[in-house]
Protein backbone atom coordinates (compact mmCIF):
# COMPACT_ATOMS: atom_id res chain seq x y z
CA UNK A 1 0.00 0.00 0.00
CA UNK A 2 1.22 3.36 -0.88
CA UNK A 3 2.38 5.74 1.64
CA UNK A 4 3.67 9.16 1.89
CA UNK A 5 4.78 10.56 4.64
CA UNK A 6 5.54 14.58 5.05
CA UNK A 7 7.46 16.31 7.58
CA UNK A 8 9.83 19.08 8.42
CA UNK A 9 7.30 21.61 8.75
CA UNK A 10 7.48 24.38 11.43
CA UNK A 11 7.41 28.34 12.14
CA UNK A 12 9.48 30.62 11.10
CA UNK A 13 10.34 33.94 10.34
CA UNK A 14 10.59 35.70 6.62
CA UNK A 15 13.73 35.17 5.84
CA UNK A 16 14.96 32.15 7.00
CA UNK A 17 15.38 28.06 5.51
CA UNK A 18 13.90 25.23 5.91
CA UNK A 19 13.81 21.48 4.66
CA UNK A 20 11.07 19.41 4.55
CA UNK A 21 11.35 15.38 4.08
CA UNK A 22 8.97 12.89 2.62
CA UNK A 23 9.26 9.65 2.32
CA UNK A 24 7.11 7.35 -0.12
CA UNK A 25 7.02 3.69 0.39
CA UNK A 26 4.95 0.81 -0.90
CA UNK A 27 5.10 1.61 -4.65
CA UNK A 28 5.83 -1.78 -6.91
CA UNK A 29 8.02 0.16 -9.14
CA UNK A 30 11.11 2.31 -8.47
CA UNK A 31 9.94 6.37 -8.18
CA UNK A 32 11.32 8.66 -11.07
CA UNK A 33 9.11 11.36 -10.36
CA UNK A 34 7.65 12.80 -7.49
CA UNK A 35 6.03 16.84 -6.79
CA UNK A 36 5.55 19.06 -3.87
CA UNK A 37 2.77 20.41 -3.58
CA UNK A 38 1.13 23.15 -1.14
CA UNK A 39 -2.29 23.94 0.27
CA UNK A 40 -2.03 27.66 1.12
CA UNK A 41 -4.79 28.84 3.83
CA UNK A 42 -8.06 29.41 2.18
CA UNK A 43 -7.01 28.12 -1.17
CA UNK A 44 -6.89 24.86 -2.57
CA UNK A 45 -3.98 22.30 -3.32
CA UNK A 46 -1.43 22.92 -5.99
CA UNK A 47 1.47 21.64 -7.32
CA UNK A 48 4.75 24.07 -6.84
CA UNK A 49 7.60 21.99 -8.10
CA UNK A 50 8.08 18.37 -9.53
CA UNK A 51 10.91 16.49 -10.59
CA UNK A 52 12.17 13.62 -12.95
CA UNK A 53 15.05 11.95 -12.70
CA UNK A 54 16.52 12.07 -15.67
CA UNK A 55 14.36 14.35 -16.64
CA UNK A 56 13.30 17.94 -16.67
CA UNK A 57 12.40 19.75 -13.03
CA UNK A 58 9.34 22.69 -12.80
CA UNK A 59 9.07 25.12 -10.11
CA UNK A 60 6.52 27.53 -10.03
CA UNK A 61 7.60 31.14 -10.25
CA UNK A 62 6.82 32.47 -6.77
CA UNK A 63 9.35 29.42 -5.61
CA UNK A 64 11.76 29.34 -8.97
CA UNK A 65 15.23 30.70 -7.41
CA UNK A 66 14.39 29.56 -3.72
CA UNK A 67 13.23 26.14 -3.48
CA UNK A 68 15.00 23.09 -4.83
CA UNK A 69 14.21 19.57 -4.64
CA UNK A 70 16.08 16.91 -4.27
CA UNK A 71 16.29 13.15 -3.87
CA UNK A 72 18.61 11.30 -0.05
CA UNK A 73 21.97 9.34 -1.95
CA UNK A 74 21.11 6.12 0.39
CA UNK A 75 17.18 5.98 -0.16
CA UNK A 76 15.54 6.61 -3.12
CA UNK A 77 12.04 6.69 -1.21
CA UNK A 78 13.46 9.82 0.20
CA UNK A 79 12.78 13.70 -1.19
CA UNK A 80 13.48 16.35 0.14
CA UNK A 81 12.10 20.17 -0.49
CA UNK A 82 14.77 23.06 0.64
CA UNK A 83 13.35 26.17 1.28
CA UNK A 84 15.02 29.59 1.27
CA UNK A 85 14.81 33.08 1.78
CA UNK A 86 10.87 31.72 2.95
CA UNK A 87 8.12 34.43 2.73
CA UNK A 88 4.67 34.72 4.45
CA UNK A 89 2.96 33.75 1.41
CA UNK A 90 4.66 30.44 1.44
CA UNK A 91 2.89 29.67 4.33
CA UNK A 92 0.23 26.53 3.72
CA UNK A 93 0.48 22.50 4.39
CA UNK A 94 2.92 20.90 2.05
CA UNK A 95 2.11 17.72 0.84
CA UNK A 96 4.22 14.90 -1.64
CA UNK A 97 3.31 12.75 -4.27
CA UNK A 98 3.66 11.91 -7.62
CA UNK A 99 4.47 14.51 -10.10
CA UNK A 100 1.82 13.30 -12.40
CA UNK A 101 -2.04 11.85 -11.92
CA UNK A 102 -1.44 12.66 -7.81
CA UNK A 103 -3.35 10.21 -5.78
CA UNK A 104 -3.41 8.88 -1.90
CA UNK A 105 -2.22 11.92 0.04
CA UNK A 106 -0.54 12.06 2.99
CA UNK A 107 -1.01 14.00 5.78
CA UNK A 108 1.04 16.62 4.94
CA UNK A 109 3.60 19.17 7.26
CA UNK A 110 2.75 22.64 7.91
CA UNK A 111 4.96 25.60 6.92
CA UNK A 112 4.17 29.04 8.81
CA UNK A 113 5.90 32.15 7.62
CA UNK A 114 6.00 34.82 10.22
CA UNK A 115 6.53 38.45 8.99
Known amino acids: QVRLVESGGGLVQAGESLTLSCIMSGYIFRIRDMGWYRQAPGAQREKIAH????????YINSVKGRFTISRDNANENKWYLHMTNLKPDDTGVYFC????????WGQGTQVTVSS
Open 97 to 104: NRAFDPSG
Open 51 to 58: IVIGGNSM
